[in-house]
């Protein structure tokens, strides 16, 4: 059975209790059940896990290799910053799958920047919650 690791980053503990008109209603505890559900429906295992600090995500991508298949990765901001989720994720040579709530894209110009978007096999944004679902089918799809 692939196993996938569901990683958020800085400040998505608070997600459903600010800003839900930019990022939505639901809360991260809630997101993950759904995770977790779905990825039974899938026939996959999905661990989540959630970290405001840089370090502690590139350490929960380096324990990810030989544990888990693949990552569905939110990393909030370092996204825009980050060289180090970057090679990160480079050295673990797992499939990330890049999430975002928000559509970066469409947000000021300094959200348009990623590291991850260049080591990770895709990105999707801008579906709200429903984006880890999607992101979960795809890396599903991705691992065969
Ligand atoms: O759209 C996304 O998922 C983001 O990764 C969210 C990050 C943002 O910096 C990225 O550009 C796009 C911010 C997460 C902040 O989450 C909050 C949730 C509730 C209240 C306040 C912040």
Excluded: W
């Amino acid at each position: 059975m692939n196993s996938i690791l569901v990683l958020n980053g800085p400040n998505l503990n608070l997600l459903g209790t600010r800003q839900p008109e930019v990022y939505g209603s639901t809360t991260l505890k809630d997101i993950e059940a759904a995770c977790v559900a779905r990825g039974e429906a899938l026939g996959c295992a999905v661990t989540c896990q959630q970290s405001n600090h840089e370090g502690a995500l590139v350490d929960a991508i380096h324990a990810a290799k030989g544990v888990h298949n693949g990552i569905i990765l939110n990393a909030g901001a370092y996204t825009h910053t980050s060289i180090a989720l970057m090679d990160a994720i480079a050295s673990v040579e797992l499939p990330v799958i890049e999430l975002h709530l928000s559509n970066i894209h469409a947000r000021e110009a300094f959200r348009h920047k990623s590291y991850i978007a260049p080591v990770a096999i895709g990105q999707i944004c801008g579906f709200g919650a429903n984006g880890y679902m999607l992101a979960l089918d795809a890396m599903k799809q991705y691992l065969g």
